[in-house]
Nanobody
Framework: VQFVESGGGLVQPGGSLRLSCAAS????????MSWYRQAPGKERELVAR????????HYADSVKGRFTISRDNTKNSVYLQMNSLKPEDTAVYYC??????????????WGKGTLVTVSS
């Protein structure tokens, strides 16, 4: 299993970034895809999730209306469009795949993370 995460970097407050995660080594369409983040000194938290079978989405309250998660099952990829970025969005962002149906329930795969820094 491999994830290639990209799109992180340094951006000014109010700016935008688009994270990408290209996955391989498993059947992408059988997995819910999520982005988590971990800020220095804090626990890892769920940012956004997109469901396997209907592409419905769920967001942390802190990012609702600013972030958009999407997936392309033909490219085995998930994206996170981040707008109106705030300094408190600074974190390492991780791509996650969680099994959505038997026999994949309970299976979790993680990317290595990409750093997003929001600062002037």
């Amino acid at each position: 299993v491999q994830f290639v995460e990209s799109g992180g970097g340094l951006v000014q407050p109010g700016g935008s970034l688009r994270l990408s995660c290209a996955a391989s080594g498993f059947t992408f369409s059988n997995y819910h895809m999520s982005w988590y983040r971990q800020a220095p000194g804090k626990e890892r938290e769920l940012v956004a999730r997109i469901i396997s079978f209907d592409s419905s989405t769920h967001y942390a309250d802190s990012v609702k209306g600013r972030f958009t998660i999407s997936r392309d099952n033909t490219k085995n990829s998930v994206y996170l469009q981040m707008n109106s970025l705030k300094p408190e969005d600074t974190a390492v962002y991780y791509c996650n795949a969680a099994g959505a149906r038997a026999p994949y329930y309970g299976v979790n795969y993680w990317g290595k993370g990409t750093l997003v820094t929001v600062s002037s």
